[in-house]
């Protein structure tokens, strides 16, 4: 991963892990050791399917940026869903605590994408391009007349 993607995502993951593993001690304590394992498994899907999502829209923006706003788009819904459908899926799990399961992978989801927000707004991106210190057109020496 080139230096700048890791650069885009510290600022991201980094309070999303933080909050993820304060989910995890809420629910090992209020839920014990299923809720903890709930909250990981949570946690740990949120941050695989958004770091999947942003990797994927860096390689768009770089590969294809005409295309840049429809796959934000479509990818948003595409991750939405396929969240939505693996908590219908482990809806009756014995395996973890579904509620803690499914409160942290919603938290974990809105800090992502706060701080992912938060990250956009405070990257200096430029978007007019700066003109070069050399001009393109020849500079005129003769008289003006």
């Not at 927000?117 to 430029?126: D, E």
């Amino acid at each position: 991963m080139p230096a700048n993607d890791v650069r885009s995502l510290l600022p991201i993951a980094v309070p999303t892990v933080s909050v993820g593993v304060a989910a995890v001690a809420v629910s090992g304590v209020v839920a014990g050791g299923r809720g903890a394992v709930g909250a990981a498994v949570g946690v740990l899907l949120a941050v695989l399917f958004m770091g999947v999502g942003l990797y994927v829209l860096q390689w768009t923006a770089k590969t294809l940026p005409q295309l840049f706003q429809a796959m934000g788009l479509m990818l948003y819904v595409a991750q939405l869903l396929l969240l939505m459908i693996f908590v219908a899926l482990f809806r009756h799990t014995s395996l973890f605590d579904p509620k803690a399961f499914a409160i942290s992978l919603v938290v974990a989801t809105v800090v992502w994408m706060a701080a992912q927000a938060r990250a956009h707004m405070k990257a200096k991106i430029l978007y007019v391009e700066p003109e070069s210190g050399k001009s393109e057109r020849p500079e005129k020496t003769g008289h003006s007349s």
